[in-house]
């Protein structure tokens, strides 16, 4: 395997392409996976949900709320950082 060094000093390594047409019929078949996992469930089903796992469910959605906060955080900040460097501004500390 061969890295090209960039401007930046980093080496990058080489894009892989995905043959399209196969990624499309993968995608087919889990669309048709679900759609035939959801046609098949009962319209009225009983279930019931101890506090653990109620808990546990509780937890997942605000962590995955929290995550998705500091993703979008971090995504702001690269593109205000990318932004900055287009301009061509030098002080970028100026603001907090």
Not at 65 to 93: P, T
Request: charged letters at 20%; hydrophobic letters at 45%.
């Amino acid at each position: 395997m061969i890295n090209r060094q960039t401007s930046h000093g980093r080496f990058d390594a080489p894009q892989r392409t995905v043959d399209s047409g196969a990624s499309r019929v993968a995608l087919l078949l889990v669309l048709v996976a679900e759609l035939t996992v959801v046609v098949q469930s009962p319209a009225h089903a009983a279930c019931y949900v101890d506090p653990g796992s109620g808990a546990v469910l509780l937890q997942a959605l605000l962590a995955g709320a929290l995550g998705s906060l500091f993703f979008v955080k971090r995504a702001y900040d690269a593109l205000r950082e990318w932004v900055s460097r287009k301009r061509g501004d030098s002080d970028k500390g100026s603001q907090p």
